[in-house]
């Protein structure tokens, strides 16, 4: 399987610098091309009507070797998910695909930290998604809070805001439990 790196510095013929010469690199498995400006994932068969829209989608599904939270560990699970994990397993938050932000949270208390200052669009985003609940089961093996933000309904109502709110006050929640059960 060919794989694409978007977050290298350089350009797709790999001889013009871009970006951030700090931006770590990700490795994703190199999409099929429909034609029309349609990609197609190779592992899911979703389809993306643009390569960025692809990448984003890549990112936080079909990493190539990464390094999920670990079953067979011998650390208490409510312990795991207090713990850092390495930037490229980090919660990436996205405005829109191929649209980051900048911000990645390593740590539930990094990410609660990090949901109250991230665009609203951001929290939106990732919610409608369900990204919060798949980060918190694959790589912190945290179950008990993505069933708690599953439950989350919005409404006509709601603003942004209201559900950056709710959404702090669960996980909030669950790093007070996860530190009280770790003592």
Known sequence: MSKINPGSNLNEDNDVKTGSPNMLDFDIPEPKELGKGKFQCPVCDNTYSSREDYISHALVRHQINPQPFSKESSMPKNRQALNSVNYENGFHFFI??????????????????????????????????????????????????????????????????DLRMTLSKVVQARIAELNQTSE
Do not use: C, M
């Open 96 to 161: 829109e695909p191929g649209k980051y932000t900048g911000i990645t949270a390593t740590s539930l208390n990094e990410f609660a930290k990090d949901l109250g200052t991230i665009p609203v669009e951001s929290v939106k985003f990732h919610f409608q998604r369900k990204d919060y609940q798949r980060w918190f089961i694959d790589i912190l093996g945290e179950e008990e809070l993505a069933k708690r933000i599953d439950v989350i309904e919005v409404t006509s109502t709601y603003s942004g805001e």
